[in-house]
């Protein structure tokens, strides 16, 4: 059972769950809530390409073009 134990989130927060325990972990994860499951071990190429996903979403159109 998945269970965060920081400060309240609001939905504006992107929630990446990382676990070695592979696709087991995925559903429970991505049923409390996360935004995106990565395997362990990581890729560190695939890990960086993913937050730069993250953040260029994350951003206004406006400061895309």
Do not use: C, W
Not at 13 to 28: E, H, M, N, Y
Not at 36 to 65: G, N, W
């Amino acid at each position: 059972e998945f269970r965060y134990r920081g400060p309240m989130l609001d939905r504006n927060t992107t929630v990446v769950a990382i676990s070695v325990d592979g696709a087991k972990a995925r559903d429970p994860f991505m049923s409390a809530g996360a935004d995106i499951f990565l395997d362990k071990p990581l890729v560190i190429s695939d890990f960086f390409l993913t937050l730069e996903h993250l953040i260029a979403s994350a951003r206004p159109e406006e400061a895309r073009q």
